[in-house]
């Protein structure tokens, strides 16, 4: 699952390892949960000399995880994720959605000892499947405050099945 928050950052969660996300990121960043020394010298004065001032991001307001039956595999094809928020003040209104792969691993080999939590095989595969292909951003004519799926075939799964149209 994937959860939005307040600094405009959205991790992806795997339900079996609670103690740490698969990927944390931001529109534009990613792994923005690790710690990067280069990075961090651009926002630190005395790092180079200056310091880049931050600028912070609206809000993740809304996220909408999506399927498409576009896979001959029985567990499903690619999907995006539309996302309401998380751009600079400065960027125009609109609704971002990520282009993702399918997940759709192989069955993990055995490991000796007693492993608890999330195979680290699938946590690959989970972390593969989130791995942005594409892109869009659609400008609004004004401030979006929310946004309704239109599936195209079926009402089911919250609007969220292969969507055509967005509201």
């Known amino acids: 699952f994937v959860v939005g928050y307040v600094d405009g950052c959205f991790a992806f ?8 996300p698969l990927f944390v990121r931001t529109l534009d960043e990613i792994d923005i949960n690790i710690v990067d020394g280069n990075a961090l010298d651009r926002y ?40 309401l928020g998380g ?8 609704v971002n959605i990520l282009w993702l792969p399918a997940y759709n691993p192989h069955t993990a080999p ?41 599936p195209r075939e079926s009402p089911h799964h919250a609007g969220s099945w292969d969507p055509t149209a967005i509201l």
């Open 44 to 83: 630190l004065p005395g790092g180079d000399g200056h310091s880049a001032p931050h600028k912070p991001r609206e809000p993740v307001f809304k996220l909408s995880w999506n399927g498409y039956p576009n896979s001959t595999d029985p567990r499903g094809g690619e999907t995006s994720l539309i996302i």
């Open 110 to 150: 055995a490991l000796p000892g007693d492993l608890r939590g999330l195979h680290p095989h699938y946590r690959q595969a989970m972390r593969a499947a989130i791995e942005v292909r594409d892109a869009y951003f659609y400008v609004t004519s004004g401030l979006t405050q929310d946004f309704l799926l239109i």
């Open 13 to 20: 969660w795997a339900v079996e390892d609670d103690e740490q």
């Open 87 to 94: 751009q600079y003040a400065s960027d125009p209104a609109g």
